[in-house]
Nanobody
């Protein structure tokens, strides 16, 4: 059974940091492109960052220089380190796995940036 379980979300003040984790199981993690997406209230889901099996990374312009995506194939886990958080980063953050025609989503974790 495929599972993607996000954790690490919460409430943080502007300028603060959070580290999200996504633990994967039920598929060959090392073969998949892993990505983080987010969806704010009233907005469409958007790509935040992704990382290929060879650890090539890509970021949305809005998070470049502040967020870092990484993966640990030994632990079947992908991370999103978020620094210098802003109120506009408030959203539900989702983990996604992609390989060929296979695609899986996690259930999401809430990140709220507020003073």
């Amino acid at each position: 059974q495929v599972q993607l379980v996000e954790s690490g979300g919460g409430l943080v003040q502007p300028g603060g940091s959070l580290r999200l984790s996504c633990a994967a199981s039920g598929f060959t993690f090392r073969n998949y492109v892993m990505s983080w997406h987010r969806q704010a209230p009233g907005k469409e889901r958007e790509l935040v960052a992704n990382i290929t099996p060879l650890t090539r990374t890509n970021y949305a312009d809005s998070v470049k220089g502040r967020f870092t995506v990484s993966r640990d194939n030994a632990r079947n886990t992908v991370y999103l380190q978020m620094n210098s958080l802003k109120s506009e980063d408030t959203a539900v953050y989702y983990c996604k796995a992609n390989w060929l025609s296979y695609s899986y989503w996690g259930q999401g974790t809430q990140v709220t940036v507020s003073s």
